[in-house]
């Protein structure tokens, strides 16, 4: 499933809405999930989970083709856990 | 910067203030939208949502773990788990914005 086809089941869930509303609904939701990562904040839904930001400290890398050492900066990178709900739903429980 | 958790309550409260319908029909939109992510992904079906990241399914297969307590051997049974990639655009605002 893609975000299009995502805007259109929910559209025809609900027709008394224009579809470009529909869009800037769905678009909106992920949008402040971003926006939320972005200034360091967690997005907890329950049932289905949950995304933070997790810090990973600056290191000395390689690069696999020369071998060569290379500084790799520190950077925050967004991370996802699977809420139980869904985790037991994914397994048929 | 102080952390905070934001909810579907935050979620639902953005819908509000961007399309202006009721704070009730703009919590059950959300909930629309999570449980039709869910939906697909329990189908067995990927959902990729542009700029933002992919959800997808990865079958595991039977091993044999270990109580870290007491040293146990238990067997894990095979498994469905969900993985989440997140987009360029996803990784990109969220390094910048910590950064700050």
């Known amino acids: ?93 | 910067m102080s952390e905070s958790t934001l909810t579907r309550m935050d979620l639902s409260e953005a819908v509000f203030r961007e399309v202006g319908l009721s704070r009730n029909e703009s919590a059950e939109l959300v909930e629309s939208v999570l449980d039709h992510i869910s939906d697909a992904l329990v189908s067995g079906e990927s959902v990729k949502i542009s700029s933002f990241g992919t959800f997808s399914i990865r079958d595991k297969n039977e091993r044999v773990g270990r109580n870290p307590k007491t040293g146990e051997e238990v067997p894990i049974a095979p498994r469905r788990v969900l993985t989440f990639r997140p987009s360029h655009l996803m990784k990109e605002r969220v390094d910048v914005g910590n950064k700050k």
């Open chain 1, 1 to 93: 499933m893609i975000k299009s086809e995502l805007v259109q089941k929910i559209a025809d869930e609900n027709p008394h809405l224009y579809q470009r509303d529909v869009e800037r609904i769905v678009g909106t939701i992920f949008d402040e999930i971003i926006e939320a990562m972005a200034n360091g904040n967690r997005v907890e839904l329950r049932g289905f989970g949950a995304f933070s930001v997790k810090k990973r400290d600056s290191r000395t890398g390689r690069n696999p083709r020369t071998g060569e050492s290379v500084h790799v900066e520190e950077k925050y990178v967004p991370f996802f856990k699977t809420g139980k709900l869904l985790r037991d739903r994914l397994n048929g429980e």
